[in-house]
Every structure is written in structure tokens, then in C-alpha cells.
């Protein structure tokens, strides 16, 4: 498996993108000078005091003596757009704006640049310059996160605490796709040319199971590995190239280690639900139509991200941190927005370790039964009865 | 010693029982013919040998030893529909498949590249296995049966698809293997294969034993009681004989069970009739698959 062109692809294609990405921002940084357009808003001022602060940033606002002349401007495209300041204004905030685009909202620029020149101008005289360009200045707020001892916490949170974990979340869920169409479909032709027979007069159905659940594992962890030993390496350089929001990430010894927990289990426990799929399918192509209902629950913590970023000690999304299938990507997720309690770690990780072994148990009885029905499917009710059966 | 010991063995499935009660026994040194109807019970049977599914009630066991991980060493498998792995190439396939039965990686392919060259499929080697034709193949899965040394073979229909060169060369192959004192379970459909290279028989039916011994003593029991005769003139009515049933190339004599076929042949000679060929005639295995598969049993 690790020799096929599909697994290498996937396994370097992250860190190749990622360097690859890096590398094109510097180029197109260095070589290309971002053109800084002007916007031009035209104003009629029907109160009078606002003559002053037109230049706001890329919105160059342009004073015009009556509405007749403003939509002129408009017409002829002189201005984007133009706004009516009435005593309305004073009275109420509100500012009416008039403009040619059909637009959902009017955009953040102009209104951002509306706001400081109207703010601007009311203040005008009453404060000293430099306190009215703080006042039209963003709050800057610096979060400094604390232990209950009062110490300054290890982990920061913000944005860039998500930021991994949603990456990792994804890579998990790639890997488990990709790994386990190659074990379908492996198991699925060995079925189909009879060569199951051949393994089977050579070892054990528990030997053939443990085989591929961790050959799938190795090929997995070969693929964490590249992937967590490029990673602070690819952080790195992006933070010196290219800084900013970048240079906040930070990737944990602890985050890390339930990472690798976490890849590894999840990994097993699929492995083996697949190999219990390709037992009782009867090709590689059935065996195919059958996994997305399992590769759903790996993904579905992806659907309700928005959620679990929000609210991630929400009942639901504790019991999905607990529920084997969907603890991988919840916990990750889960990891990024908040302080997972140790205890739903803990209890998480034992039902994992407890579903792979249940599960090779099962699919000991299911691969025994089924591996050599050809031809014909079993129903789940006969899947259930061979279970019960000793 | 016995290579393989069946004992009273049982296998019932949910809606049919597939072997009832079966017992045999194979040989050092012999190619075992294991025949019957389609659904008699040998494919099941053949499972239960090499310990892939596990009998009801009943023993198996192999070199006088129940059946263990090193059991499986022993064994040889080349089921009816071959299928190998098509992407790998052919030596990576018969490497691998060997160092399952315990070989080591280093011995096993220097083996492997011997009976490639052995069998003239060296130039195929490194070859990907749908590369290859259906008779290549078969002959790479020959080498995967063979290459670890097994005591015991068994082989599933192992001619089919074979063209009559590499059919007979196989079979060669296989007869020194039995001349080597390996055991060979030979199940096929081919009653003429079965004839030519089988020693002992074990037929099957509806998941008992109806047939079970030499191959010979077994046409023996079944014999007409009646010659074969190639000649040259008139034969007219030769007293002694009821019935003159012509063949190919032959006339087939019927006796009336009171005239010896030396009674038969002095009065053929005395008529002046050139008698070429002159034996006692066996009945095709064919014939008494036939008539067997086609009786009611208990």
C-alpha cells in the first residue's frame, strides 16, 4: 500500500502544498505590488460642518452643493456612490446612500469610511485631532490567557488554536478515505479471484485480520508522521515569511500526543469495520458503496464545525466525543475551541481502545462466516445470528 | 504414517448438511482422486483438510497430528478459480505468497527464480500477473502450490485453461511429485485425468463416501464381463457371447456369464480371425460416475 502512487500523493501532498504555498507568496510578494484602489463617494452636506477628514483611507469622499449635481456624478460614474447628510442624521444615525450596484449591504469600505469622516467632522473642534484619531481608530485587545493560579497558561487559544485542529480534523479524515478504499479494495479483489483461499490455507482468519488492520494502521502512521514532524517546520516558515496571523500558531506537545492517540485509534477502529465490510460484500465494488455510511460519522463532526466552535461543551457534541466513530474529529475540534475536561479524554480514549478490540473480536466471527460466501450477500440478520453464535 | 487422516467428519450449513459422516485416509506417494457431483460436499471437504472452516463433529488431522499453525506449512493449495494479485509482478507474488508458509524471503526467491527457469516462465518474472496469460498464470500459481516443499497438494481442477503442453508438462510435474513421495489430492471433473494419474479415489455424493479405493480394484468391481477385441476377418456369431457392441476401432464382447473370455478367444483363433487386441474390458471411470452419482443412497 505505501508503495502506491495514490497513498504518496496523499501523504506528501500536504506538506508539498503547504512549502509550495509559502514559497509562491514570497515570489508573487516580492514581484508583484498590490495595486491600492481609490473609491470615490461623493456627499452633499445639507447641514453644513462637514468639509473636513475626506480622505479616509482608499475612500476618497467628494463634497457636491446639491443632490441634482451628486447624481450626475453617479450617473456619470465621476463617484461610486453618494450619501445625504440631513439633520435626519444627527438626530437618529441614520444616513441615507445612494448608488447605481444592486448591493446586499453597502460595502464595509464606504461605510467604514462614512463613519470616521462623519465622526471625524462631528467632533471637529470640540477634541484635539489626535484624540478624535483614536476614537475612529480600531480597539486593539490583547487576550492574555491565565491559569486559575494567576500564572500566564501555556496554550493562548484565539483564532490560531482552531486553526490546527480543523487541519489535523481534515488530514485524519482524508487518511481513513484513502486508506480504506485501498483496503476494500484489496480485500475485495482478493475475494473475488479466490485468492482469499490461498491466504486461508496459509494462516489464520485472526492472522489475515490483525494483518490488515495493522498494515493499514503502519501505513497510517507513516502518514502522521511526515505529516507532525513537517508540520512545526512548515509553521516556522511561514511565520517568518510570512507572519502575522501565522506567527500566533502553535502546535503543543499535548495536542500532539492526543493527535497521534487519536489518528491511531481512529484509524484501527475503521480498519476493522472495513475489514468486516469487505468479509460480507461480495466485491471490491460493493464493498465501495457500503463505506460511506461508516466514512460519514468520520466526517460528520466537519458539518457541525461551526457549531462545536461555538458551543463546544454542548451536550451532543460531548457524547460525539465519546461515541468511537465520531471522537476522532470531534476531539480535535473540540481541542481548538475550548479546555476539553481530562475525564471525557480519558473516558474517549478507553472506548476506542475498547471498540478496536471488541471489534477484532466481531469481526474474527464475521470474517470466519462470510470471507468465503460467494456470490451472495448475507442478510443483517444473518450477520447478527452468526455474532450471537459461538 | 498417513499425510492425512478424515475421521467421521460432519459440516452442516443452515440449510443443507454438506458432508455426513466422512472417512478416508491419503498416502505418502499418492495422487488422490477426490471426485463427485457438483454440491456433493468436496469443496467442503477440502476446506475442513486444510483447516479453513472446522467440521461439526469428526477429526482431521495431518502427518498423524491435529491441525496446527505448522500444519499449515505442510500444505499446498491451488484452488479451481486462480486469482493473484494483478498488480504485483509474478516473483513478488510467489516471494510473498512463500514466505507465508514460513520460507524464508532470501531462499524463497532463489527458488522461485529456479522454478521460473524451470518451467520457461523466467522472461516473465518481473512481469505484473495481468500481464500474463491465462496458462502463464496458472503455471505461476503451480510454482506458489510447489515452491515451499509441501507433503500434501491439493489441487482443485488443476488443468483447466491449460493448453496440452503445459497440461502435460503439469502433470509430469505432478507425477514426481508423487514419485517424491509428496501426497496429492487431485479433485477434478475429468474422469480421463483422474483415470491416468489417480491411485486411490474418494467419490462423493449428496456429502458421503459411494466410492472409496484403488482405482483400479474400483473398475474391477464395476466390470461388464465383457472384451474388448480388435480384428481383422468375419466374426459371425461367436457362441458364448450375447451381444457384439462395435466401438471406435473395436467390437465389444458381451458374455453370458457361463463362457470364460479364453473360451471366447480359442473360438476366434480357430475361426482364422486376426485378433490384434484382445483384454478384458474395464469400464471409464466416466460410465461408473455416471451410474453411481446417478443411484439413490441412504
Known sequence: MITRTGFIIVTLIVPVLSILGIVIYQIVSGAVTPEV???????????????????????????????????????????????????????????????????????????????????????????????????????????????????????????????????????????????????????????????????????????????????????????????????????????????????TLEITPVFLLLFVVYFVLGYLVFAIIFVAIGAVTTSAREGQQFAPIFTLAAVCPLWFSGAIIMFPNNPAFVVMTLFPLTAPVTLMMRLGATEVPAWQIIVSVIVLAASVLGGLFLTAKIVRTFLLMYGKRPSLGQIIRSLKAG | ?????????????????????????????????????????????????????????????????????????????????????????????????????????????????????????????????????????????????????????????????LDPVNTESSKQWLLNLRNQGKSIVLSTHQMNQVEEMCDRILMVDRGRAVLYGDLKEIKTRFRNNSVILAYEGELGVIPGVNEQRPGKDYMELFLDGKTTPQQVLKTLLDRGVTVNRFELAMPPLNEIFIKVAGEPHE
Open chain 2, 1 to 161: 504414517m498417513d499425510t492425512v487422516t478424515v475421521d467421521h467428519i460432519v459440516k452442516a450449513f443452515t440449510d443443507k448438511v454438506a458432508v455426513n459422516d466422512l472417512s478416508f485416509s491419503i498416502k505418502p506417494g499418492e495422487i488422490f482422486g477426490l471426485i463427485g457431483p457438483n454440491g456433493a460436499g468436496k469443496t467442503t471437504t477440502i476446506k475442513m483438510i486444510m483447516d479453513i472452516i472446522r467440521p461439526d463433529s469428526g477429526e482431521v488431522k495431518i502427518l498423524g497430528e491435529k491441525f496446527s499453525e505448522s500444519s499449515k506449512n505442510k500444505i499446498g493449495y491451488m484452488p479451481e478459480e486462480r486469482g493473484l494479485y494483478k498488480k504485483a509482478r509474478a516473483i513478488d507474488a510467489i516471494v510473498y505468497l512463500a514466505t507465508l508458509k514460513g520460507m524464508d524471503k532470501a531462499v524463497a526467491t532463489k527458488k522461485a527464480n529456479t522454478l521460473l527457469e524451470q518451467t520457461g516462465m523466467l522472461p516473465s518474472a518481473r512481469k505484473k500477473m495481468d500481464e500474463l496469460s491465462k496458462g502463464m498464470s496458472q503455471l505461476i500459481q503451480f510454482i506458489v502450490t510447489t515452491i515451499h516443499d509441501p507433503q500434501l497438494l491439493i489441487m482443485d481442477e488443476p488443468f483447466s485453461g
Open chain 1, 37 to 247: 484602489k481609490i473609491t470615490d463617494v461623493g456627499y452633499v452636506d445639507t447641514i453644513g460642518g462637514f468639509n473636513r477628514y475626506t480622505q479616509q483611507g482608499n475612500v476618497n469622499l467628494i463634497s457636491y452643493a446639491t443632490v441634482e449635481e451628486a447624481n450626475k456624478a453617479l450617473a456619470s460614474q465621476a463617484v461610486k456612490e453618494y450619501v445625504v447628510i440631513t439633520p435626519e442624521y444627527l438626530a437618529t444615525g441614520i444616513i441615507n446612500l445612494y448608488t447605481l450596484e444592486k448591493q446586499l449591504e453597502p460595502p464595509a469600505e464606504t461605510t467604514s469610511a462614512l463613519k470616521k469622516f462623519l465622526s471625524s467632522n462631528i467632533l471637529a473642534g470640540k477634541i484635539p485631532d489626535t484624540q478624535i484619531t483614536l476614537v475612529n481608530s480600531p480597539l486593539g485587545v490583547i487576550t492574555t490567557r491565565l491559569t486559575t493560579s494567576g500564572e500566564v497558561a501555556e496554550e493562548q487559544g484565539g483564532y490560531g488554536n482552531l486553526l490546527i485542529p480543523s487541519i489535523f480534523s481534515v488530514l485524519l479524515v482524508l487518511s481513513i478515505t484513502f486508506s480504506s478504499s485501498y483496503l476494500l479494495a484489496g480485500l475485495g479483489d482478493e475475494k473475488e479471484n479466490r485468492l482469499i483461499e490461498v491466504l486461508l490455507s496459509s494462516v489464520s482468519p485472526r492472522q489475515l485480520i490483525i494483518g490488515k488492520v495493522l498494515g493499514m494502521g503502519a501505513a497510517g502512521l507513516i502518514q502522521i508522521v511526515i505529516w507532525v514532524v513537517s508540520a512545526p517546520l512548515i509553521l516556522k516558515m511561514a511565520s517568518v515569511s510570512i507572519g502575522g496571523f501565522l506567527s
